[in-house]
């Protein structure tokens, strides 16, 4: 099974917007509502930030969003901050293989 | 405060076998689905298995497939990840991660992670 498809990297100047796309097929994100983002950090394990492609675990800043149309979801993190650099990952669950799959993952560098 | 602890990790030979363990405290174990997901040096993450939260059903990537078994005791709240016929490309950080539901399928997705246990396949 192949990874979800995501850009290797964006950038943006803090206070700026920022969209990362993560791209699947019908047997995965355009299936299900199961699709997660994570946010890592160099050295650290990932950790949850968006789940069920809109909702924010407690904790979690409101200036990260999820969205989702069709086989793509769309990651926005506003009002972007130095300590969101980091690398981002999305996740679906695909009946391709039972199991979930991830996309290959972003790296964000604040400007 | 839920925490997973892996351990097991190490330096293994292709073709041997490690045993990962993942101790789980502040939450009831038996009460949830469980993964172990890896990521390889300086790679992206790849789900590697997922069992129920009975044990009832377990499941495997292609890659793994019949070399790796998932198990978990929930007597003692703890996850396991048995690797034989280890690879190369086995190489990798596993991390040991929580679902939020009790059984792993269409609606999961990882609400808590482990801080990862190094596997290097190495002769």
């Known amino acids: 099974q192949s990874a979800l498809t995501q850009p290797a990297s964006v950038s943006g100047s803090p206070g700026q917007s920022i969209t990362i796309s993560c791209t699947g097929t019908s047997s995965d994100i355009g299936d299900y509502n199961s699709v997660s983002w994570y946010q890592q950090h160099p050295g650290k394990a990932p950790k949850l930030i968006i789940y069920k492609v809109t909702d924010r675990p407690s904790g979690v800043s409101s200036r990260f969003s999820g969205s989702k149309s069709g086989n793509t979801a769309s990651l926005t993190i506003s009002g972007l901050q130095a300590e969101d650099e980091a690398d981002y990952y999305c996740s679906s669950y695909t009946r391709s293989s039972f199991l979930g799959i991830f996309g290959g993952g972003t790296k964000l560098t604040v400007l | 405060e839920v925490q997973l602890l892996e351990s097991g990790g190490g330096l293994v030979q292709p073709g041997g076998s490690l045993r990962l363990s993942c101790a789980a405290s502040g939450f009831t174990f038996s009460n949830y689905a469980m993964s172990w997901v890896r990521q390889a040096p300086g790679e992206g993450l790849e789900w590697v298995s997922a069992?129920?939260?009975?044990?009832?059903?377990?499941y495997y990537a292609d890659s793994v497939k019949g070399r790796f078994t998932i198990s978990r005791d929930n007597s003692k709240s703890t996850l396991y990840l048995q690797m034989n016929t280890l690879r190369a490309e086995d190489t990798a950080v596993y991390y040991c991660?929580?679902?939020?539901?009790?059984?792993?399928?269409?609606?999961?997705?990882?609400?808590?992670w482990g801080q990862g246990t190094l596997v290097t396949v190495s002769s």
């Open positions: 069992i129920n939260y009975n044990a009832g059903n377990s």
């Open positions: 991660a929580k679902d939020p539901q009790y059984y792993y399928g269409s609606g999961s997705w990882i609400d808590c």
